[in-house]
């Protein structure tokens, strides 16, 4: 199977990015989204996305204009002619299950439910189908225009085929899969967000202000960008739950930083 028609469930920060990605590429793209107001966010951000790859030179104007016709809707019913479905909201696993079940009850039987989660298990999420052959983790990073990584991780019943066509995909959208195996977040999260909940405590402590932080980092380590900046990035909430999943798979290895006031 060809994946022509990309469903995305979430139009955040991922959510849009990813629909922005596979709009260039020539996909067409159903972005839904639980609520009105998420909808023309994402669409603004996906906008302004576009409109500096253009003033880079980096995008034309035909393709940029070609890529806005996503279609957007609040109605997972919208999602029936995708051939794959990528999951990108909130995470929260009780909240995750209910929109993977939700997204399954109106997709073809065929068609395949990626999500995007950026620590729940994988062979976790699938058991809670029907059909989990045919789920599997497709983790982008952020800025999703921007970087080229994305993790592609199998659950324990994830078909080779599902894997296959997945990872196709992915370097159709012009970014480099790597195969990962089902782990609490994955390589790139189990290494980045420890870190920067060190840095939590590090500015929590006062041993150093959060400027020097990210510069000692950007300095000392050759980061490009600090891990303050970086979490402000990624989104503190996101990373809160990345934190509890570590917290609750590995014990107590990993304490996360909750208030900067209470270290
Ligand atoms: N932010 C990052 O840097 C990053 C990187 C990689 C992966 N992720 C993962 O991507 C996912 C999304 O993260 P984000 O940063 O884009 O979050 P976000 O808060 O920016 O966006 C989440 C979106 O999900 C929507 N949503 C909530 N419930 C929904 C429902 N029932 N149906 C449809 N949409 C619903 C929200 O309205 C919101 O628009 C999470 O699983 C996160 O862990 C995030």
Known sequence: MTIETLGVVGAGTMGNGIAQIAAVSGLKVVLVDVTDAALPKGVTAMTASLER??????????????????ETSTDYQRLAVADLVVEAATENLDLKIRILKQIESVVRP???????????????????????????????????????????????????????????????????????????????????????????????????????????MRL??????????LANLIGLDVLLSVTDVFLRDFGDSIKPHRNASEP
Do not use: W
Not at 112 to 138: E, K, Q, V, Y
């Open 220 to 229: 000392g380590a050759y980061h490009p960008i600090g891990p303050l900046a």
């Open 110 to 216: 065929d068609a395949i439910i990626a999500s995007n989660t950026s620590s729940i298990s994988i062979t976790a999420l699938g058991a809670t189908l029907a059909d989990p052959s045919r789920f599997i983790g497709m983790h982008f990073f952020n800025p999703v225009p921007l970087l080229p990584l994305v993790e592609i991780i199998r659950g324990l019943q994830t078909s080779a085929a599902t894997a296959k066509i997945v990872r196709e995909l992915t370097v159709r959208l012009d970014k480099s899969p790597i195969g990962v195996k089902n782990s609490p977040g994955f390589v790139v999260n189990r290494i980045l967000v420890p870190m920067i909940n060190e840095a939590f405590f590090l500015l929590a402590e006062g041993v150093a202000t959060a400027e020097e932080i990210d510069e000692e």
């Open 53 to 70: 790859l253009v003033a880079k030179d980096k995008l034309d104007a035909t393709t940029r204009d070609a890529a806005l016709r996503i």
